[in-house]
């Protein structure tokens, strides 16, 4: 009985170290989102495993936009894909009113959600739809999809390298089956 509790117990230490390390996806991509009507802003992307911002449960992170040399009123290209937001963090000056083109690119229905703003924005497969974000003058705000933010389909503006804490939703996912 002694060689099945140490069996146990190794097996949950295993288990605990592996889910510390696959908390996200790190697939970080390069300068996916693109802006409307000017210059490019240089596009950074966090080393593996490094999130520009912390953000509580699964995140599949698809890369950092730079859009905090571009004024008060960017625009950025986002695109929606199953699971996931590209880019997926971007970093913007404080106080900016970023106009989000959405396009969704995946073969499921998906939300841009920030419930602290009131946006909630449906984008059915194949759909495009534009939504303005207003950014703190500090720190982070996050955005989900109502639907898939379980399967890490989430993730934030920020103001800052090491912005933390990133304004997070509390409310119950509306998680397809399956999810």
Known sequence: MTR???????????????????????????DTGS?????????????AGQAPVALSGKVNDHGTKDLSG???TPTLSMELDDDYFSPT???VAPGAKVTVELENEGAMAHTFT??????DQKV???????????????GSLAFLCDFH?????Q??????????????????????PGY
Do not use: H
């Open 4 to 30: 099945a509790r140490s069996l146990a117990a190794l097996a949950l230490a295993a288990a605990l170290a592996l889910s510390a390390c696959g908390s996200s996806s790190s697939d970080a991509g390069s």
């Open 35 to 47: 802006q409307a009507g000017g210059a490019s802003a240089a596009s950074t992307t966090a080393p």
């Open 70 to 72: 571009d004024g008060a």
């Open 89 to 91: 963090y971007v970093q």
């Open 114 to 119: 920030i419930d602290g703003q009131g946006i």
């Open 124 to 138: 059915e497969p194949g759909k495009k739809a534009k939504v303005t974000v207003t950014i703190p003058q500090s």
């Open 149 to 153: 933010v379980k399967a890490g389909m």
């Open 155 to 176: 993730g934030a503006f920020f103001t800052g390298t090491g912005s933390s804490g990133a304004t997070t939703t509390t409310a119950a996912s509306k998680d397809l």
